[in-house]
């Protein structure tokens, strides 16, 4: 009896309620730590079938001979890092080097990234200072140009710059203050081919970064400006100690989803002037699409693909480490 009555105590704690045994005790806390993994589980398995099965393949194929005759006789070649050295330190006869390539398409990247940031800010700072119908209006006008496909913005900037009939040249010719723009083209230099295509990529992205930051600069607490205001601080010290570090987070992100999609921007080069002229406007994207598609060398594609992912990726680590860290410090 007096055994009985022990393990009856033993199993209750402190306050006299019943206390679950030791092993029930550890499975439940073992499915609390694991039910957070469980949950997002579904979403990698997505994740991972929807892009780790064509980064494998990428890789795979970068390994291989891969061009019209393997496809039809369904034959499969492996050759290594052949295709790795070609792009590297060879590249197609009648295409600039990979190294140049890579160089001009790291420069078009930071020259539109920092446009699209910086004027982003600009108009995300302005949007808070418009009144509601001004601000309905302009926002309105930001939507429908970020909604404009790449392709359908291309064709208009074309229009808009063209040497004859361009809106553009007229405009300059009209102002009197350039001299006599009429017939002027803007296509047939690499640089104002690239400057063309930096303003429709930046027109098109600057709606998306403009209404994300002022989305996160109405988040910001109106007591921070309005405190650091009555303690002396003008408009310009407010943005710079308030405003700017509560946007940090959002700006990281911002900037990490901006290289990405400037690095690879493919469509609007390409509809300008096929990488031309004589080349001179090829980037990454660019170069992968001719020799893949035009020549049929879909290996060294695949390679040149393979180069240029692991490259945005050293590009991206910092500042995927800087927004964790940001992520943690909050």
Known sequence: MARTQSKANASRGASGQPVAPLRHRSRAKTFHILLPYLAILPAVITFVGLLGYPVVLLFETSLQKFGYYEIINHVTTWIGFQNYFKVLFEGPAGLPDFVTVLFRTTVFMLVDVSLTIVLGMLVALLLERLNKWVRLILTSSMVVAWAMPALTGAVVFQWLFDSKLGVVNWAISSLG??????????????????????????????????????????????????????????????????????????????????????????????????????????????????????????????????????????????????????????
């Open 177 to 330: 203050i350039f001299g006599d723009y009429l017939n002027h083209s803007w296509f047939d230099t690499g640089i104002t081919t690239f400057a063309v295509t930096t303003l429709l990529i930046v027109w098109q992205a600057i709606p998306f970064v403009a209404l994300s930051l002022y989305a996160g600069i109405l988040s910001v607490p109106k007591e921070l400006p309005e405190a650091a205001r009555v303690d002396g601080a003008n408009d310009r010290q407010i943005f710079r100690h308030v405003t700017l570090p509560a946007l940090a987070p959002l700006l990281i992100m911002l900037i990490f989803l901006s290289v990405i999609w400037d690095f690879k921007v493919f469509t609007q080069i390409y509809a300008m002037a096929q990488g031309g002229p004589d080349g001179q406007t090829i980037t990454l994207s660019v170069y992968s699409y001719i020799v893949g598609i035009s020549e049929g060398n879909y290996g060294y594609a695949a390679a040149a693909s393979a180069v240029m992912m692991l490259l945005l990726l050293v590009v991206l680590v910092p500042v995927i480490r800087r927004m964790t860290k940001s992520q943690e410090e909050l």
